[in-house]
């Protein structure tokens, strides 16, 4: 069933309950999560970080990478998910904050899943948030905060020109290869080259521990080798590499 966000209204909404899983299952076909520059510390350590670019709006974008092979999660395996920390985006579901007019307005998903009777109240008998709702609007505030934070970055990374169109070259147990293109990632050797006031400005703006964080992250693709172990074609090897346009396939979107 299609999504469909709406405002949350204490009086339409009253009677809602939201259940609560921490398996995420509505994310077992999500293999890219649009990742906030206040978690790439905990993500980095858990999953790879890469910017990808939308070929529609030609924006770039800061995902975590939870699979290869689009519609696979390799996170969420046997109803659990393998890594202590879950990117904000997945977590905040079926919640949204989206425009509302001239401000930030919370929105929901009145087709999802999680809505069950037996799930957590939104509004207490008064009509006032309940603590899952305030919690859940806490979450809410902070993401709305950090995308901000995070537009930013991605703005300045694009405008100092530290990407490098990068490619991953898989090898499956199977014998067979591909070659997974469209992901961008940060060029050491041009960051290394800036000058001294642009590093100062990155540093002051606190985006330099966020450039260190997305580098070290690409070490977590041998975490996605291990997972694709359980998989229906694991893979052997994985590298990235510079990307020759002409070879690498145009990437699976979000």
Known sequence: MAMNFVPLDKNKHKDLKVAVDPAFPYAKNTHLAAASIREFAQLSGAMPLVFIQDPKTSKHHVVAMLGIEPGQNLYLHDDKWNAPHIPMNIV???????????KLGVYIDENSDLIKDDGQPLFNEEGNPSDFLNNRQQLLGDLANSEML???????VVELDLLTPMQLRVQYTNGQGRNVGGILAINEKKLFELADDKVVELHKAGFMGALYAMMLSLGQLNRLIEMSATTENPIKAMQMEPAPAEQAEAAPQQ
């Open 150 to 156: 995070t537009q930013q970055f991605v703005a300045k």
């Open 92 to 102: 905040r579901y079926p919640f949204d904050v989206r425009p509302d007019g001239e």
